[in-house]
């Protein structure tokens, strides 16, 4: 199985821009999709985006098209969230996530590994 630390969260201003890391171990990091979920205070995960295995594609959500860049570097085991024109709304526990193999990566039920998340807070 595979290991998942997030960083880079923090208190911005609305307009501003994070970066979030996603460092994997344990396992083969170029075998897995990986996937960045976020859940507020009171609500459901949501699904921010995700990158196949070798960087070929990436999918977002439209809350976050435009704004959010996922990128990944398989030599350094490491997947990242570059989060640009940050909203309020954008406040949330962000999560990295990981499979092997993916059936609907806009699910969380595809995806057996998870980071602890890190908290991105948008103050307007």
């Known amino acids: 199985q595979v290991q998942l630390v997030e960083s880079g969260g923090g208190l911005v201003q609305a307009g501003d821009s994070l970066r979030l890391s996603c460092a994997a171990s344990g396992r083969t990091f170029s075998d897995y999709v990986m996937g960045w979920f976020r859940r507020a205070p009171g609500k459901d995960f949501d699904f921010v985006g995700a990158?196949?295995?070798?960087?070929?594609?990436?999918s977002y959500a439209d809350s976050v098209t435009g704004r959010f860049t996922i990128a990944r570097d398989n030599a350094r085991n490491t997947v990242f969230l570059q989060m640009n024109n940050l909203r309020p709304e954008d406040t949330a526990i962000y999560y990295c996530?990981?499979?092997?193999?993916?059936?609907?990566?806009?699910?969380?039920?595809?995806?057996?590994?998870w980071g602890q998340g890190t908290q991105v807070t948008v103050s307007s």
């Open positions: 990158i196949t295995r070798t960087a070929v594609a990436t």
């Open positions: 996530a990981a499979a092997q193999s993916v059936d609907d990566f806009k699910q969380t039920r595809s995806y057996p590994y």
